[in-house]
């Protein structure tokens, strides 16, 4: 007589292979959504927390069915193996928050002028739903300066037109889209500015008119050596999103045209929540240092 063995069935390891992929699947979903800007960032949060609880289910249910498979051979291991597999995009991202969270500063706002941060022009308003505030008081951007000592402005022995060429040329660079500005009349060289028309004194078919006794007089061109004349700051505002998530910060670049030379500053601020997770100073590091690269020989200290 043959005895025929019927090995067992674990149901946890198959029921943890669905929760697995219901977790990847719905990550991967807000992770394309949000990176092409279809649903806002407190949503994307929800639906990652949401695919992290399916994940971890998965791992719990996965551990029992691999159990299983050790102590009396049911069948399910390769179903385990696939959902421990699949449950690593949701879970990895929620740790990769928590580390973010721990190691970097509770920060959300930065500047590279620390005294007198470069103003908003629009000031960036987002709803957070559940995601706490942003801190953007002065108070909040100081403590920057503790945990980014380096970041700092640059200063360039530049005329303010050339250096405002070069800021827009790595913003586009940088993939900054500029959506407004302020006083970019006086980035425009004087001499490029077109002259004023001069009224016609004698209409046609008419006689000519007569001669004004004192004709206009000539003015003296400013002196070159005295510098070019203050012309006060240049401001652009935009917004900026990370490469794979698609997190979306708002930058502004501020250009300050002293006698000789030309300050720029930069702000990077998180549109959600109350931390960056220290990808704002990454965004000024990375702008900064091809500003430099762009304006090659003329950086001053």
């Known amino acids: 007589m043959m005895i025929r063995f019927e090995r067992p069935v674990s149901r946890s390891a198959y029921l943890a292979r669905r929760l697995g992929h219901m977790g990847f699947l719905l990550t991967l979903a807000a992770l394309v959504t949000h990176r092409f800007g279809l649903i806002a960032t407190p949503s994307f949060v929800a639906l990652v927390m949401v695919s992290a609880v399916f994940a971890a289910a998965a791992v719990v249910f996965a551990l029992v069915g691999l159990q299983r498979l050790w102590q009396v051979g049911a069948e399910g291991g390769l179903a385990a193996m696939r959902a421990l597999l699949v449950s690593l995009l949701p879970?990895?991202?929620?740790?990769?928050?928590?580390?973010?969270?721990?190691?970097?500063?509770?920060?959300?706002?930065?500047?590279?002028?620390?005294?007198?941060?470069?103003?908003?022009?629009?000031?960036?308003?987002?709803?957070?739903?559940?995601?706490?505030?942003?801190?953007?008081?002065?108070?909040?951007?100081?403590?920057?300066?503790?945990?980014?000592?380096?970041?700092?402005?640059?200063?360039?022995?530049?005329?303010?037109?050339?250096?405002?060429?070069?800021?827009t040329k790595v913003a586009a660079q940088e993939r900054i889209a500029i959506l407004s500005e302020s006083g970019i009349e006086k980035a425009v060289d004087l001499e490029d500015a077109p002259l004023p028309e001069r009224p016609d004194t004698a209409a046609v078919g008419d006689a000519p008119a007569e001669t004004p006794a004192i004709g206009p007089v000539p003015l003296e061109r400013p002196d070159a050596a005295l510098g070019p004349v203050p012309r006060g700051d240049v401001l652009l505002q935009g917004e900026k999103k990370t490469l794979v998530l698609g997190l979306p910060f708002d930058v502004v670049i501020r250009l300050r045209e002293d006698a000789e030379t030309?300050?720029?500053?930069?702000?990077?601020?998180?549109?959600?929540?109350?931390?960056?997770?220290?990808?704002?100073?990454?965004?000024?590091?990375?702008?900064?240092?091809?500003?430099?690269?762009?304006?090659?020989?003329?950086?001053?200290?």
């Open 262 to 301: 030309t300050s720029v500053d930069i702000r990077v601020a998180a549109r959600y929540g109350n931390r960056d997770f220290g990808m704002g100073a990454e965004i000024a590091e990375s702008y900064l240092r091809a500003l430099d690269a762009e304006l090659l020989g003329i950086a001053g200290s």
């Open 91 to 167: 879970l990895s991202l929620v740790g990769l928050a928590v580390e973010g969270a721990r190691t970097t500063p509770d920060i959300a706002d930065i500047s590279t002028d620390r005294r007198e941060p470069p103003a908003w022009i629009e000031p960036p308003r987002a709803n957070q739903v559940f995601l706490p505030p942003p801190d953007r008081s002065p108070a909040a951007i100081a403590r920057a300066e503790t945990a980014y000592p380096d970041l700092t402005g640059r200063r360039y022995e530049g005329a303010l037109d050339r250096v405002y060429r070069a800021v």
